[in-house]
């Protein structure tokens, strides 16, 4: 039966199904809408008739079938504008000429198949812009077909039997790209090349290229960035080749090239430079003038030592050099100064010794010295102190690497102390400072026990005089935290409340009560649940809990009886203990409760249905996408070919395909409308394929998935809530010294904190409603800023826009309803709503307090004689705003470095690149795009961000590029609200704005702008588990607070220790002005966190580290939104 859903979807992706043998679903044809389909790996041999009838679509993918006619409907496809055809059996008496009289076909490729010419017809596709006919066999081109095709930008006829081309080839003169590799071109002579004026990549590999058949010149073809001239039979590089001024790329590899000529210089733009396979015996020195040359490879050559440059390290962005496979005894001390480079090649050498200097090399990754038998590697220098004159040319100034370098001593090093075992408390040890403040502290605590101590006495006496229950220790099951588990949904409510026997079957992962005349009979391929309810000697109820395992359960079933046993009790708050038995071996007070003789047990003969040779459908997965009047399905991108539950977005809706089952996933999140699309479509897909009569379809809700669609994903370990117990013996060690414990630490410590629960995000659906209902209170607001010694009022374009060094002020004007409970109505008058008037004053971390008392002393008073004594002042600092007031700027809260009259200025009076980092901590409220440090490492794929460059104009227009730059596992929400802040911003004719998904940076501006690309985090789960808490004797005996997830930088006191959780690693961070009391305390406070976690969350174990003010490392300050220095105190 039809759902009417097919005529709206617009793309399809049915990669990966089998279409063979008659199988194409014939409700194709009802797509009449459809704009992509990709049928790839279908096992398609011929056309499908029912494609004739899409007569709107414009992309269709056949790749990897077995496709050899292309006749039929295809022809028909008016609409068609990319067909990719490639590694199928297709033959030119296939190949339809009508099909080529399309008029709106501009992307073709017959790559990998059977073409032994070219198709009949094509110079009539005059719309191409795309040809891909490699990987064929064909043996020459005719003279008409590049008489039409003039707007060709991509051709590739690599890997053919060419031996020539026609000379209409000049008339390409929009072509950028032109792949003629792996062809017999010895006779073809070049003439066309200068004709192609828009050439940007040139692949000539392996065309048998001699200084013979090789333009004279090619001094037209100024946009040329990458040529491959590899594999030919090149003595030297052709003198025309110099002449390209922007090459980017140049591979020469595999040619008998012995030398380099001195105008290697005049490849000013050049970044990769292959010279591999050659014959060469040294570098021009010359080559040490490429100043962008990233890689440089010179591999299997006659290098020795001197035919390396010696000014090799002037090469300050050269990543790679890789030189294995020559002659070389040693390397230039110079290339040890290439302070970029991450890769150094010097395998199957000579090499005797490598300068000392290879151990500076800091950023190197990758050092391969192998098949070196005579290599002596040289010392390693003890730890130098590197001074600040690191920065120039990368030479380290200071005087031990100095004497080092000059063949002299090195300065004794201060003894250091003998490592203790525990190196977390030797750094304790080595950060503990005077003994006279910490003799303070210490009397401060005492004094603070003792007064406590003494007001306890004076009112219920000693604590000898104590009764005995005070101090009683609790029963272990008293003490653990029972799990949240919701056990009405394995339970019901009368369960446990009558005496008697109830039995339980564990079905389906989940125990399924039997009724009473089955009681007794067990099977021996299942598990049981057996409660046993009775009245005690006082009239209360008790019970007792067993699960029986037969000996043919599976594994499945026995952890499901033991883990159900549990929450029975749970359910039930008894105290006994689960008993387990096990067929054969059961106890006498077992089958005592049972109403019949001995054990009666059914042997059920499990049967084999599965055949030998069967082998389980690859799944695929499908997202469900919704537009505007139209459907997509397209396939889910799987990493490594691995289907992990990571992929599931709680904000979409996705169908699962395993062949014999199909799922339908449902987020949380996701709307109704695509929940309903999804419903129809999973119909559709069921019966567009021909399935097992068993074959189902299931939908499930995220939070509900059942084990079978779980076991679908790799690593999704269903992991239920149990409580785990003490043994007795531990307990009554406890216990012994319970009473003294608990009297000592009754008035010395609060660790409560650490123990509770970490508070959850705000959902969005609740933040999104009390912005709406703090907006809606909110009748005007007034915003100033501090200029001068004055405040101004604050242009309308700014407001939302933050800068650190500022204090700004914001009158806000509330109107309150009122309570009509309380208020009279006499003489039908009505009540008047209540005004209430707020200031905020907001204040930049780097701006100091004159603002706040220019404040008090003059816009504060002019309001109080506005609004009288019933004005509320709120003095907020940055990061540390309440809610309602981040409210108002409906999560466009921008913060800027600096101050906002200042025009930010490099050291050469260049304009600054400047990156915003879009971030929500604890909730959508707490949304704020901050102004940080713009270098590639603090990207990360989770957040969004905003990378404005500047064009250096020499006057003061503000005009750049702006890049908005999307994390592949950014929520949609951010992605959206980033692109409106971005061209909020940005408003600037002068300014042009890109937005980039992760993976499609351009290399010259965006990683230039960062600094060049760097290693940055993928992944932000340290966002679900950070916490932060603050340890602290202030009130005379030690305490540990939490601060809110919406902690800042800031909130790292400098007189107190903190405690971050991340997740992974749990830091101990020092203030410089802590005590050694609060450092000890602190430290036994983390340790007994740590344990906390080991049993709250075996999962995610912990490791503690020590680390101290202005050294905190990447894994700390990534917890931080827009970290950066510390704020320095004031003197």
């Known amino acids: 039966m039809s759902t009417g859903v097919l005529p709206f979807v617009r793309g399809i992706d049915l990669t990966r199904n089998n279409f063979g043998e008659g199988r194409f679903p014939a409700t194709i044809k009802q797509m009449n809408r459809v704009q992509w389909l990709t049928l790839d790996k279908t096992q398609l041999c011929e056309i499908p008739e029912e494609l004739g ?96 095709l003039t707007d060709l930008l991509f051709l590739d006829l690599s890997k053919n039997h060419l031996e020539t081309l026609p000379p209409q080839t000049r008339r390409l003169a929009n072509l950028q790209t032109l792949n003629l590799a792996d062809n017999p071109l010895e006779l073809f002579q070049l003439r066309q090349l200068p004709s192609l004026h828009n050439l940007e990549s040139l692949n000539m590999r392996n065309t048998q290229r001699t200084l013979l058949n090789f333009p004279i010149t090619l001094d037209s073809l100024s946009n040329l960035a990458e040529l491959d001239l590899s594999r030919n039979m090149l003595p030297k590089i052709p003198d025309c080749v110099y002449n390209l001024p922007n090459l980017k790329r140049i591979n020469l590899s595999d040619n008998a090239i012995t030398e380099l000529s001195s105008n290697v210089e005049l490849w000013q733009k050049l970044e990769v430079l292959n010279l591999s396979r050659n014959q060469l015996t040294v570098l021009p020195s010359a080559i040490c003038k490429l100043a962008q040359l990233r890689c440089l490879y010179l591999n299997d050559n006659n290098l020795d030592f001197d035919g390396i440059p010696s000014g090799i390290g002037k090469l300050c962005s050269l990543e790679i050099f890789s030189a294995s496979k ?75 690497t100095q004497l080092l370098l000059a063949g002299g001593g090195i300065p004794p090093a201060v003894p250091s102390a003998p490592n203790a075992k525990d190196s977390t408390a030797r750094k304790i040890r080595l950060r503990r400072g005077t003994r006279a403040e910490s003799d303070q502290d210490s009397a401060k605590i005492l004094k603070g026990m003792k007064d406590i101590a003494k007001d306890k006495d004076e009112s219920i006496g000693y604590f000898d005089d104590l009764q005995a229950e005070s101090v009683k220790p609790k029963r272990w099951d008293e003490t653990l935290e029972k799990p949240q588990l919701d056990y009405s949904k394995f339970f019901e409510k009368d369960d446990g409340q009558l005496p008697g026997l109830t039995i339980w079957e564990i079905e389906n992962f989940l ?5 009473e005349a089955a009681h007794g009979k067990f099977y021996e391929g299942d598990c049981y649940i057996v409660l046993k309810t009775f009245f005690d000697d006082i009239g209360q109820l008790g019970w007792e809990i067993y699960f029986w395992i037969g000996n043919q359960a599976t594994l499945d079933k026995r952890a499901c009886a033991a883990i159900h046993a549990v929450n029975l009790r749970n359910f039930l708050g008894a105290r006994c203990r689960t008993i387990r038995e096990e067929q054969r071996e059961e106890s006498e007070e077992f089958w005592r409760y049972l109403p019949v003789e001995g054990n009666e047990i059914t042997k059920e003969k499990i049967q084999q249905h599965v055949p030998d040779n069967f082998e389980p459908a690859t799944p695929r997965l499908y997202q469900v996408q919704l537009g505007m009047g139209y459907l997509e399905l397209p396939q889910v991108e799987l990493p490594d070919q691995k289907l992990v539950h990571t992929l599931l977005n709680t904000k979409n809706v996705y169908i699962l395909d395993c062949f014999t089952d199909l799922f339908v996933w449902f987020g949380k999140k996701s709307t109704r409308l695509v929940r309903a699309a999804a419903i129809k479509l999973s119909r559709e897909l069921f019966e567009m394929i021909n399935r097992p009569v068993f074959a189902l379809v299931t939908r499930l809700q995220e939070g509900t998935e059942s084990q079978m669609f779980k076991s679908k994903f790799v690593g999704w370990d269903e992991v239920m809530a149990v409580d785990f117990t003490r043994t007795a013996k531990s307990v009554a060690k406890t216990g012994a010294d319970l009473t003294e414990w608990a009297r000592k630490q009754e008035t010395r410590a609060d660790l409560a904190a650490l123990f509770m629960p970490r508070q959850n995000a705000m959902p969005l659906n609740e933040a999104e409603q009390l912005e709406e209902e703090w907006n809606y209170d909110l009748e005007a607001m007034e915003a100033f800023v501090l200029e001068g010694k004055k405040f101004v009022r604050l242009p309308e374009e700014e407001l939302g826009h933050f800068y650190t060094g500022e204090c700004y002020v914001f ?82 809260f921008i913060i800027h470095t600096g101050k906002r009259k200042d025009k930010l200025k490099a050291t050469e009076n260049k304009a600054v690149v400047e990156l915003f980092h879009l971030r929500s901590n604890g909730g959508a409220l707490c949304t704020r795009l901050i102004q940080i440090q713009p270098d590639a490492i603090n990207l990360n794929s989770a957040f969004c961000y905003i990378l404005f460059v500047p064009f250096d104009t020499g006057d003061e227009s503000q005009s750049g590029i702006v890049y908005v730059w999307l994390g592949s596992k950014s929520s949609p929400e951010e992605c959206k609200l980033v692109q409106e802040i971005a061209e909020k911003m940005f408003n600037n004719p002068l300014v042009s704005l890109q937005i980039l998904n992760e993976g499609d940076e351009p290399e010259n501006f965006f990683w230039v702008a960062l600094g060049g690309r760097k290693a940055y985090d993928t992944s932000a789960d340290f966002m679900n588990y950070t916490r932060l808490f603050r340890c602290s004797n202030e009130r005379g005996y030690f305490t540990v607070a939490e601060k809110c997830t919406d902690f800042c930088q800031d909130d790292l006191a400098d007189d107190d220790i903190m405690i971050l959780d991340n997740g992974e690693q749990v830091f101990l961070w020092l203030g410089s002005r802590c005590s050694e009391v609060e450092i000890k305390l602190a430290y036994k406070s983390a340790q007994v966190y740590i344990q906390h976690l080991r049993i709250k969350q075996p999962e995610k174990p912990r490791k503690l580290f020590l680390t101290l003010k202005n050294k905190e490392s990447k894994r700390f300050t990534k917890c931080f939104h827009g970290w950066s220095a510390h704020k320095v105190p004031p003197e």
């Open 811 to 892: 009158l806000c004007r509330y109107c309150i309803p009122a309570d009509e409970e309380d208020v009279e109505m006499d003489d039908g008058k009505q009540s008047a709503d209540e005004i209430q008037c707020v200031v905020y004053f907001w204040q930049g971390r780097n701006a100091g307090n004159m603002g706040w008392l220019t404040f008090t002393f003059t816009l504060q008073k002019k309001f109080k004689v506005m609004f009288g004594e019933e004005l509320e002042v709120i003095r907020i600092h940055q990061q540390q705003e309440n809610l309602k007031f981040m409210a108002h700027f409906k999560r466009k």
């Open 511 to 515: 125990p399924n009560k039997i009724e």
């Open 53 to 148: 009838n899409l007569f709107k679509l414009e992309h269709l993918s056949l790749k990897y079938n077995g496709l050899e006619k292309l006749f039929g409907e295809l022809t028909e496809l008016s609409c068609l504008r990319s067909l990719n055809l490639r590694h199928n059996q297709i033959k030119n008496s296939g190949i339809p000429p009508e099909l080529f009289r399309l008029e709106e076909l501009t992307t073709l490729d017959l790559s990998h198949n059977k073409l032994k010419e070219v198709p009949e017809g094509l110079e009539r596709a005059k719309s191409l812009l795309v040809l891909n006919l490699s990987n064929n066999q064909i043996k020459s081109i005719p003279n008409t077909l590049f008489i039409h």
């Open 326 to 400: 020559n002659v070389l005894e040693m390397i230039p001390e110079g290339l040890c100064r290439c302070g970029a480079l991450k890769k150094l090649n010097l395998s199957s050498n000579r090499l005797i010794t490598l300068p000392e200097a290879i151990h500076l090399l800091d950023g190197l990754d990758q050092l391969d010295l192998r098949n070196n038998p005579d290599l002596i590697m040289p010392p390693k220098p003890s730890e130098a102190i590197k001074g600040s004159g690191i920065e120039f040319y990368n030479i380290d100034f200071t005087l031990q």
